[in-house]
């Protein structure tokens, strides 16, 4: 899927909404922990009641490896069973991953060959030959970490030299390893102020914005300093979604949840006369 084919799915379905299936055992309903693989359960019927309003999905792969086989199992069927029943929508393999060329290999062939991702999350600090492995197949996606909502985000990314603050080296420099056909950006919602100077930057890349909803960030505030020509926004919503209800009827709501947020996004999209 290239940068062209995201901004369609982005107008067909009026939408930039990324749903994060951070499924987490300890919140879905019980009712459902009775069953053979309750996770899996759990995702199918999230996809199922929020693929209308959605183009992208990111799982948190934390999630699923902490349960050891099984939780990988249950990863793998949930990226299978969006790619078999709504093959156009985007999937995230949030694993952050980020180590030395060889290792990147292995990484990479685990999420973008032996599992359908089309993209994964990759940590830029170790440099250029730990991104590259990822970026060398074809149609899939590197979602690079440039600016997080995490506290501990100024220790780091905020450090200043010379006038040029570290996250901005990491969107200037990393340019040159990929395109905007197959290298994104994780800019968090809880930053969006920073976003109208990072656009300056990265004018034509897509941004992947976590921290709508739940932590707080302000989607109003990320489509007025994010949006550009091409739409250029997955915007992630999880807990205020997947977790909005633990009833039987837990899909229903969340279904509920993402047709909310979608209505205000195509308000934004027609606002920038992209729709």
Same mark, same amino acid.
């Given at each position: 899927m290239?940068?062209?084919? #995201?901004?369609?799915?982005?107008? &067909?379905?009026? $939408? *930039? =909404?990324?749903? %994060? #299936?951070?499924?987490?055992?300890? &919140?879905?309903? $019980? *009712? =459902?922990?009775? %069953?053979?693989?309750?996770?899996?359960e759990?995702?199918?019927?999230?996809?199922?009641?929020?693929?209308?309003?959605?183009v992208?999905?990111?799982?948190?792969?934390?999630?699923?490896?902490?349960?050891?086989?099984?939780?990988w199992?249950?990863?793998?069927l949930?990226?299978?069973?969006?790619?078999?029943?709504?093959?156009?929508?985007?999937?995230?393999?949030?694993?952050?991953?980020?180590?030395?060329?060889?290792?990147?290999?292995?990484y990479?062939?685990?999420?973008?060959?032996?599992?359908?991702f089309?993209?994964?999350?990759?940590?830029?600090y170790?440099?250029?030959?730990?991104?590259?492995?990822?970026l060398?197949?074809?149609?899939k996606?590197?979602?690079?970490?440039?600016?997080?909502?995490?506290?501990?985000?100024?220790?780091?990314?905020?450090?200043?030299?010379?006038?040029?603050?570290?996250?901005?080296?990491?969107?200037?420099?990393?340019?040159?390893?990929?395109?905007?056909n197959?290298l994104?950006?994780?800019?968090?919602?809880?930053?969006?102020?920073?976003?109208k100077?990072?656009?300056?930057?990265?004018?034509d890349?897509?941004?992947?914005?976590?921290?709508v909803?739940?932590?707080g960030?302000?989607?109003?505030?990320v489509?007025?300093?994010?949006?550009?020509?091409?739409?250029g926004?997955?915007?992630?919503?999880s807990?205020?979604?997947?977790?909005?209800?633990?009833?039987?009827?837990f899909?229903?709501?969340?279904?509920?949840?993402?047709?909310?947020i979608?209505?205000?996004?195509?308000?934004?999209?027609?606002?920038?006369?992209l729709?």
């Amino acid at each position: 899927m290239d940068h062209k084919r #995201l901004f369609e799915n982005t107008v &067909k379905k009026r $939408s *930039f =909404l990324c749903v %994060g #299936l951070d499924s987490e055992i300890e &919140k879905i309903p $019980s *009712f =459902l922990l009775k %069953g053979k693989d309750p996770i899996f359960e759990f995702n199918k019927r999230i996809i199922d009641a929020t693929q209308e309003y959605a183009v992208a999905y990111k799982p948190n792969v934390a999630f699923y490896e902490c349960h050891g086989a099984k939780g990988w199992t249950s990863l793998e069927l949930t990226v299978r069973y969006i790619k078999d029943n709504y093959p156009d929508i985007f999937v995230i393999a949030d694993a952050k991953r980020g180590d030395i060329g060889n290792t990147s290999k292995m990484y990479a062939k685990a999420f973008l060959e032996n599992m359908p991702f089309d993209a994964i999350t990759v940590a830029p600090y170790m440099g250029e030959d730990s991104v590259t492995p990822f970026l060398s197949y074809n149609e899939k996606w590197v979602v690079l970490l440039a600016l997080t909502s995490n506290q501990g985000a100024d220790n780091f990314q905020y450090h200043n030299e010379d006038g040029i603050k570290l996250f901005e080296r990491v969107l200037s420099v990393s340019q040159k390893w990929g395109t905007i056909n197959n290298l994104m950006y994780v800019v968090g919602a809880t930053r969006a102020e920073m976003l109208k100077g990072i656009r300056k930057l990265v004018p034509d890349h897509f941004l992947l914005i976590p921290g709508v909803g739940a932590q707080g960030g302000s989607l109003a505030e990320v489509a007025k300093y994010g949006l550009n020509s091409k739409c250029g926004l997955l915007v992630n919503s999880s807990r205020g979604i997947i977790f909005a209800d633990n009833s039987e009827n837990f899909d229903k709501v969340a279904g509920e949840k993402a047709k909310e947020i979608q209505v205000e996004m195509e308000k934004y999209l027609s606002q920038h006369n992209l729709i």
